[in-house]
T-cell receptor, first 114, second 109 residues
């Protein structure tokens, strides 16, 4: 089945450590996105990529980094510079084109600080 | 950045009742979307609206794109227990989405 796979489902991190969240899609989508969701809030855009080897900062990029070496993969690294990393992280993908194209979401990774 | 005000924050209704929720923005959007999120999962797209004034239905769901392009509403008719979840509006500017804070819907059988 085609879709977006995020792993792991739950992740625990010690303070001061970097951690990388995986996002893989087999939908042949060019564009991929990372969002952060806090309790009782909507999703906020961290980074997005419209094409391989290119990505842009979203609204809350500080303390995060990404890479886009392959079309199907868009890993997110939560660095030690992110002071409040505990959240639910969602990855999405879409086709690329003029204007908005529907984004399809993975089932998320919940990150907690030990 | 852009902000969306979504209301109400939560709703508690009886099975069979109709539901209405809305979003307003200080900015114009070219596309409005409505998503549903179940606990521990990603949002699922319910309805996409592409033109001001557009009224679109998807089963028991009906959504409208406001004429000013700064608002949208979602109606759910004859609610059922599986309608429980968080409903998000989102406005699109190009490929970027801005989300509302969500409406938590509880349906009592």
């Amino acid at each position: 089945d085609g879709g977006i796979t995020q792993s792991p489902k739950y992740l625990f991190r010690k303070e001061g450590q970097n951690v990388t969240l995986s996002c893989e899609q087999n939908l042949n989508h060019d564009a991929m996105y990372w969002y952060r969701q806090d309790p009782g809030q909507g999703l906020r855009l961290i980074y997005y990529s419209q094409i391989v080897n290119d990505f842009q900062k979203g609204d809350i990029a500080e303390g995060y980094s990404v890479s886009r070496e392959k079309k199907e993969s868009f890993p997110l690294t939560v660095t030690s510079a992110q002071k409040n990393p505990t959240a639910f992280y969602l990855c999405a993908s879409s086709i690329r084109g003029q204007g908005y194209k529907p984004q399809h979401f993975g089932d998320g990774t919940r990150l907690s600080i030990l | 950045g852009q902000q969306l005000n979504q209301s109400p924050q939560s709703m508690f209704i009886q099975e069979g009742e109709d539901v209405s929720m809305n979003c307003t923005s200080s900015s114009i959007f070219n596309t409005w979307l409505w998503y549903k999120q179940d606990p521990g999962e990603g949002p699922v797209l319910l309805i996409a609206l592409y033109k001001a004034g557009e009224l679109t239905s998807n089963g028991r769901l009906t959504a409208q794109f406001g004429i000013t392009r700064k608002d949208s509403f979602l109606n759910i008719s004859a609610s059922i227990p599986s309608d429980v979840g968080i409903y998000f509006c989102a406005g699109a500017s190009g490929s970027r989405l801005t989300f509302g804070e969500g409406t938590q819907l509880t349906v009592n059988p």
